[in-house]
């Protein structure tokens, strides 16, 4: 009996080991690029401050962070702004919650054959990142600028089909957003999340069309519903909204990474 209580104490002491273990361990989801770089100062700052082993896992695509956060491999994921979540929520009955922000990353448009928005002939083939959210950010600043209307310039899931007015006949290409930069040579603009942009050498600097710091694409740390709260979770948060993250954003973007959390 005596035997049969020790190992039975053994065990509880090993399980209660392992599960706090695990609730000191993170899974982050990022995109492969520069903000990993920057989700890495928030991991040693998480480690240093509150004892947290946060391991970065990286991806090259837009969905399967998503997917991997939906199935229980990864506890967080930090990529993404609202509107995409939203989407993604309502394309695929994710069960989704945001833990805190991160920054806004202002999209813009690219050419490598026009200096000027201006110089931009009729015709023209304009690329757009084929995600739900990011195309219609791409089509509402083109509105915005008197290009093109939109049947509702509100909808931020808006298409090439809710385009009611193209006075300069514009043709549109709907392209992986990865792919973006390596399509810019074969088109006349380009809409290119600053994601890609930058290991691209794009700066908003070149940019023919850009967002302004009130954009409402501020990106987050999203994970699932009712982990939000987590002391884990929030630590992550805390250390990622901090001085020392915002320092290297800035050294890595410039003014292209505006915090969002402020």
Avoid at 175 to 184: D, H, K, N, S, T
């Amino acid at each position: 009996m005596r035997n049969i209580l020790i190992g039975g104490l053994a065990a509880s002491v090993l399980a209660f080991g392992q599960a706090n273990a695990d609730e000191q361990t993170l899974k982050v989801g990022t995109v492969a690029g520069p903000e990993t770089e920057v989700m890495q100062v928030a991991a040693d700052i998480a480690e240093r401050e509150h004892g947290l082993n946060v391991e970065i896992i990286e991806f090259t695509d837009y969905v399967t962070p998503n997917a991997a956060l939906a199935d229980g491999s990864l506890d967080a994921n930090a990529y993404q702004h609202e509107p995409y979540m939203q989407s993604m929520v309502e394309d695929r009955g994710y069960d989704f919650a945001i833990a805190g922000r991160t920054f806004v990353y202002p999209i813009g448009a690219y050419s490598e054959k026009y200096d000027s928005i201006e110089a931009l002939p009729d015709g023209a083939t304009i690329a757009l990142p084929n995600d739900p959210s990011n195309e219609g950010r791409s089509l509402i600043l083109l509105h915005n600028e008197g290009l093109i209307t939109l049947d509702d310039p509100e909808n931020l899931e808006a298409t090439p089909l809710d385009v009611v007015e193209n006075p300069h006949g514009f043709e549109f290409r709907e392209i992986e957003a990865a792919q973006l930069p390596r399509v810019l040579p074969d088109v006349d603009m380009a809409f290119i999340n600053n994601t890609f942009a930058q290991p691209a050498g794009l700066t908003l600097d070149d940019a023919l069309l850009k967002e302004g710091a009130e954009s409402p694409y501020v990106n987050i740390i999203a994970v699932r519903a009712g982990d939000e709260d987590k002391e884990s979770i929030q630590q992550l948060v805390d250390a990622y909204q901090s001085d020392e993250v915002e320092a290297k954003a800035e050294e890595l973007f410039g003014a292209q990474a505006v915090p969002g959390w402020k």
